[in-house]
């Protein structure tokens, strides 16, 4: 049972480049969340899928997309990275199976970098 | 509008020592809180939650957590801190049915 994986770990973009982060959780949840974290900030919710083939925005969307492929996966997408992406980014999942389970699990982060 | 707030920044205490960690609270009805911690490098993890009921809450690790309704507060406790619980810590409290908000971290220097 890996948990929620998430690839790359480390990632070097030049201004305007694509990239799409992938993340993906073994455990039947049904939500899934896409943060940034940065120094000082704690974490901002770009976006989240509280279900599978349903995706919302969060806090701060602008400049990404997500994809609910299934659900296992949630991808998130930096059509034109700018250095302002530049980041440590989160994904979550939380199930809702049996009784209401509140808290979110956390995958290792890719650490993003943007030139 | 609802808001986590963690007032401290940076907090240094010495092995064996307690500690405490403040975490404040704006919402409208009953809040469902959480503390994690994230070690360097690492994703987080969960320590303890609130939901209802007792007020204070067990954790991992030999945390606990004391809601408060009175002073929108729910701060963590350890009664003896070890090299190894320092990291950063987030407090963070579910919005609606799907959002939660997250403090700005506190972190934890803890001296041999």
């Known amino acids: 049972n890996a948990g929620v994986t998430q690839t790359p770990k480390f990632q070097v973009l030049k201004t305007g480049q694509s990239m799409t982060l992938q993340c993906a959780q073994d455990m039947n949840h049904n939500s899934m969340y896409w943060y940034r974290q940065d120094p000082g900030m704690g974490l901002r919710l770009i976006y989240y899928?509280?279900?599978?083939?349903?995706?919302d925005k969060g806090e701060v969307p602008n400049g990404y997309n997500v994809s609910r492929l299934n659900k296992r996966e949630f991808s998130l997408r930096l059509e034109s990275a700018a250095p302002s992406q530049t980041s440590v980014y989160f994904c979550a999942s939380r199930g809702l199976e049996g009784g209401f389970q509140h808290e979110q699990y956390f995958g290792p982060g890719t650490r993003l970098t943007v030139t | 509008a609802q808001s986590v707030t963690q007032p401290d920044i940076h907090i240094t205490v010495s092995e064996g020592a307690s500690l405490e960690l403040r975490c404040n609270y704006s919402y409208g009805a009953t809040p469902y809180l959480f503390w994690y911690v994230q070690s360097p490098g690492q994703g987080l993890q969960l320590l303890l939650k609130y939901f209802s009921g007792d007020t204070l809450v067990q954790g991992i690790k030999g945390f606990e957590a004391e809601f408060k309704r009175s002073q929108s507060s729910f701060n963590l406790r350890k009664p003896s801190v070890h090299w190894s619980d320092a990291a950063e810590y987030f407090c963070?409290?579910?919005?609606?049915?799907?959002?939660?908000?997250f403090g700005t971290g506190t972190r934890l220097k803890v001296l041999a």
């Open positions: 899928s509280a279900s599978e083939g349903t995706t």
């Open positions: 963070a409290g579910l919005s609606g049915t799907y959002k939660y908000i």
